[in-house]
């Protein structure tokens, strides 16, 4: 038992060392793309199933809350919350066109759409992203293995090489926290720390 739990904790190190050596500049890239479009009005949607719908939740909470600096609230939308609207989709059209619909509705040219999915190969958020692009919006991914099919489609992959779901969601998390803080701090560079 204690040999599994410090080999889960070992591969959690070396996942997040890999994401550090390949992912810093595409990191540093993602945040000016990401503060471009918030000084431009426009908003950020992110969405993903299971543990990256959490984690959908839990950037948009950063955001819209605050993350380290005290500030305005940021324009954020969490395509994952709403439950009857996840169900009426899901119901009328199908769980492959949850995000879809939601993105239909309420994304427009320029906004930023974050898909968040440790496969790259959920559908429903790979033809919301699809949807996006169509629209004009500039579309992320937050992956894991070789991307899938999300990461060749999205303008900006952020891949993390690991086959391990769950350590796949602790590099997401990890690099959501870093998102928000570089997004804070280039937003507001003399803002008040909390
Ligand atoms: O959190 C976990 C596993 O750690 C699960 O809930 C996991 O997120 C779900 O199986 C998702 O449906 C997986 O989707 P994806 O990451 O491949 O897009
Ligand atoms: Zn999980």
Known sequence: MLGRIHQSFV??????????EQLSSAIAESVDVIVNAIQTEKKIFVMGNGGS????????????????????PLPAISLVDNIATLTAI???????????????????????????STSGSSENVLSALKLASKKGCITFGL????????????????????????????????????????????????????
């Open 11 to 20: 591969r959690h190190r070396q996942v997040v060392d890999l994401v550090s």
């Open 90 to 116: 899901s119901n009328d059209y199908g769980f492959d066109k949850v995000f879809s619909r939601q993105i239909e509705a309420l994304a427009r040219p320029g906004d930023v759409v974050f898909g968040i």
């Open 53 to 72: 719908a959490a984690d959908a939740q839990h950037f948009v909470a950063e955001l819209i809350g605050r993350f380290k600096v005290e500030r305005r």
């Open 143 to 194: 992956l894991g293995r070789d991307g899938g099919a999300i990461g060749l489609f999205v303008d900006h992959p952020l891949i993390v090489a690991d086959d391990d779901t769950a350590r796949i969601q602790e590099a997401h998390i990890t690099i959501i926290h870093i998102l928000c803080e570089l997004i804070e701090k280039k937003l507001y560079p003399s803002g008040a720390n909390v």
